[in-house]
C-alpha cells in the first residue's frame, strides 16, 4: 500500500470475485492519477466478505428483535467466464478455505491483560503532566558544535553497519535514527473510546466496517509510534467484527512484535515506520513478559508470513493481468 496520496484524483473498483450459499468476496483496488500528468499508479487492494441479510419489520418486543433480525438470505450463483475472472473465483475459494484451515488461538488472556493496562491508564491520567522547555531553547542553544559533529558521527557510523547487516536500504536521515533499541510490549498499549452515531452506521444499524478501521488505525498508530518515533505508513488491516448505533467503541491496541522496518499492532494492524522519503527506518526491538505477550508475540511471525504470501499473490496477478493485456493490444 503507497503512502498518504498528494494527488486529486482517486480511482476505485470493485467486483465479486465468488458467491456462496448466503455470502460473497467482493475485490477492491484502489489506483490514483495525477490530474497534471496523468501518471497512474497502484495504491492498494482489499479483499472483502460481505453476507446477504434481510430487511425485515422492526419487532415490538426485545425476543421478536433478537429472533427477527438479520437473517441470512440465499444470493445468486455467480458464473466466472474469463480467464482472469476464473482465477479470480479460485483463488477466493482457497481463501475461504485456508480461513477455515486457520486455527483460533484464545487471546482472552492478552485482552485481559490490556483491560488491567487501561486501569493504569486512567489512574496515570489523574497526574499532572510537568511542563517541559521547547528543544529549540533546551538543546540547540546549549548544544556546541564539537558535541553535535561528535553525535552525528556516531549516527552515520550505527547506520551503515545496519544497513550492511541487513543488506536492506534503511532511512540515513538522523532524526529517524531511534534513541532505543528495545522496549516492553505493555509500554505501547493504548486506547480509544468511540460512541457509535446514526452516521457511523448503515441502513441496518451496522457500524460501517471502514469507520471500524478508521478507530483502529488511529488507536494503533498510538501504539506504533511509542514504539518508533517516526511516520508511520499502514502497510495491511485485518478487520475484526460488527457494531451497531448506541454501542460504545473501545478499541486497544498494543504492539505484538516488530520485525526490521515493520511492527504488527494487536488489533490486527500492520504499519511500517518511514521517514518522509517513506525510506523503512530501523524500529526497536519488542519484548514480551508474560506468558499472554509471548504468545501474541510468537504468532506474529506466521501471521507475517500469511501477508507476504497472499501479497505475493496479488502481485502476480495483476502482473498476468498486465501482461495478458499487453498481449492483446
Not at 233 to 239: D, P
Request: with cysteine; charged share 25%; hydrophobic share 40%.
Amino acid at each position: 500500500m503507497q503512502g498518504e496520496l498528494t494527488y486529486k484524483k482517486v480511482s476505485i473498483q470493485a467486483s465479486v470475485n465468488k458467491s456462496w450459499k448466503t455470502s460473497m468476496e467482493v475485490g477492491v483496488k484502489v489506483e490514483a492519477e495525477s490530474p497534471i500528468t496523468n501518471e497512474r499508479f497502484f495504491v492498494a487492494h482489499a479483499y472483502l466478505t460481505f453476507v446477504a441479510l434481510s430487511p425485515r419489520p422492526t419487532a415490538k418486543t426485545h425476543v421478536g428483535r433478537v429472533l427477527s433480525e438479520y437473517q441470512p438470505i440465499r444470493v445468486p450463483e455467480l458464473v466466472p467466464t474469463s480467464s482472469m475472472e476464473i482465477n479470480r473465483f479460485e483463488m477466493a475459494e482457497k481463501r475461504r478455505q485456508a480461513r477455515f484451515r486457520q486455527k483460533k488461538v484464545d487471546y482472552q488472556e492478552i485482552r485481559n491483560r490490556m483491560r488491567e493496562w487501561s486501569q493504569g491508564l486512567r489512574t496515570m491520567a489523574d497526574e499532572i503532566a510537568p511542563i517541559k522547555e521547547h528543544p529549540s531553547y533546551s538543546v540547540v542553544e546549549h548544544a556546541s558544535p564539537d558535541m553535535q559533529n561528535t553525535q552525528e558521527e556516531g549516527l552515520e557510523e550505527e547506520d551503515a553497519i545496519v544497513v550492511h547487516k541487513l543488506e536492506r536500504r534503511f532511512s540515513q536521515d538522523p532524526r529517524m535514527v531511534q534513541q532505543i533499541k528495545e522496549k516492553l510490549m505493555d509500554a505501547t498499549f493504548a486506547e480509544v473510546v468511540e460512541l457509535v452515531m446514526p452516521q457511523h452506521a448503515n441502513t441496518l444499524s451496522i457500524t460501517f466496517g471502514g469507520q471500524i478501521m478508521a478507530w483502529m488505525e488511529l488507536c494503533a498508530r498510538v501504539s506504533a509510534n511509542r514504539l518508533a518515533k517516526a511516520y508511520l505508513l499502514t502497510a495491511s488491516l485485518n478487520f475484526i467484527a460488527s457494531s451497531g448505533v448506541g454501542d460504545v467503541v473501545t478499541i486497544r491496541s498494543v504492539v505484538s512484535r516488530s520485525f526490521n522496518s515493520s511492527m504488527e499492532v494487536y488489533v490486527s494492524v500492520e504499519a511500517a515506520a518511514v521517514d518522509q522519503e517513506n525510506i523503512p527506518v530501523v524500529i526497536p526491538r519488542i519484548i514480551p513478559q508474560t506468558k499472554a505477550e509471548v504468545i501474541l508475540y510468537e504468532g506474529g511471525h506466521d501471521r507475517r508470513l500469511k501477508r507476504l504470501h497472499q501479497r505475493q499473490e496479488l502481485i502476480n496477478l495483476v502482473k498476468n493481468s498486465s501482461s495478458k493485456a499487453s498481449t492483446k493490444s
